[in-house]
Nanobody, 122 residues
């Protein structure tokens, strides 16, 4: 089992920045690729970004490419999502997740956090 706890969400104005953190415990963190997903009200959960176990490979959704950066610190068992130039359409609950391999599909991820709310005002 891997337990994941997100933090860092909040209310920010459009154009602002937030950094989300996801702390992992349980099984060896650096055995897993990590991803961030988000779910807006009335919409399906969608892929945001993913990072390989080593941190050497990253994937991004087109909607966040160039604005968001995923990173990880295996010594701290933590993955981050730096979000810059935020837009109102980025408003959602953000979830981190762990997978045995790098991917972008929800069904590839075995473990999920409880989510953290990000609200971007216009």
């Amino acid at each position: 089992q891997v337990q994941l706890v997100e933090s860092g969400g909040g209310l920010v104005q459009a154009g602002g920045s937030l950094r989300l953190s996801c702390a992992a415990s349980g099984r060896t963190f650096n055995n897993y690729a990590m991803g961030w997903f988000r779910q807006a009200p009335g919409k399906e959960r969608e892929f945001v970004a993913a990072i390989s176990w080593s941190g050497g490979i990253t994937y991004y959704a087109d909607s966040v490419k160039g604005r968001f950066t995923i990173s990880r610190d295996n010594a701290k068992n933590t993955v981050y999502l730096q979000m810059n130039s935020l837009k109102p359409e980025d408003t959602a609950v953000y979830y981190c997740a762990a997978a045995p391999g790098l991917g972008w599909r929800l069904d590839e991820y075995d473990y999920w956090g409880q989510g953290t709310q990000v609200t971007v005002s216009s």
